[in-house]
């Protein structure tokens, strides 16, 4: 950290989001990745990010969402920055997922799950934003145990600035000597970071992680490039420390981890290294081996 000699990371493009794909009826989605950098292995570890960016819901007696499907050889990590989201899955789990606060389920040798708008939300009605990505599991470990953590906000690894200026959340991985909450598979690290106007935060991370930051909220400057809200800003494998200048109030979505350097099969929910893995991962949900749970 703060090595002077160290370089900033070298931008390769900034991509807007590509135009909204609906998730069942719940999600209005922005594909970032990997549909907006065509790409399967560029961001990896992250396979996907869904992005909901600001969208107003009318009130709905019956919960928009989507329905139980599975997933097998990955990680949904679900973050509600407006909104709340509810969730189900075949191994009893159910939670409300709250704003500012994160899902982290793995889901491994498989299982099912639905996700929909929260009860007393849908019935209000209001603004929902949310961010789902996928994460890659190497493939020892794609067919462990699924399991679910819920991570509340206030169980973030907390960095403050002085005077009250923002902070940087630690979701996963480290920053300084601070760690996040979530257990992951392989080296990640994931930040939640709120800065107020005018200030200026930096922040170093390996030069060989992919490396990847989305605007949630306001403009900044980024390693000397205007970003707008929405916008995804992807680095090249060069240079470590990441300067940011907020040109309003803003909050970024820190992505970076280790490539996975395996072979990539993807088909649907299902992400595994190979065809045969996904033609088994086929055969198994038919056969009922996800387990069971309730539309
Ligand atoms: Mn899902």
Redesign the pocket.
Known sequence: MNNPLSKMKIIESIIPPPPYHWVGNGFKVNGIFPEGINSEKRMSPFFLLDYNAKTEFAPSEKPRG?GV?P?RGFE?VTIAYKGKVEHHDSKGNHGVIGEGDVQWMTAGSGIL?K?YHEKEFSKKGGVFQMV?LWVNLPAKYKMTTPKYQPITYNTFGKYNLPDNNGILNVIAGKFKDIAGPAYTFSPINVYDIKLNKSVALKIELPENYNTGILMIEGNSIINEQNVLENNFILFKNSGTKILFNALTNCTFLVLSGEPIDEPIAAHG?FLMNTDEEIQNAIDDYYTGKFGNLED
């Open positions: 989507v499907h997933h949904t799950h996700e789902q929910p």
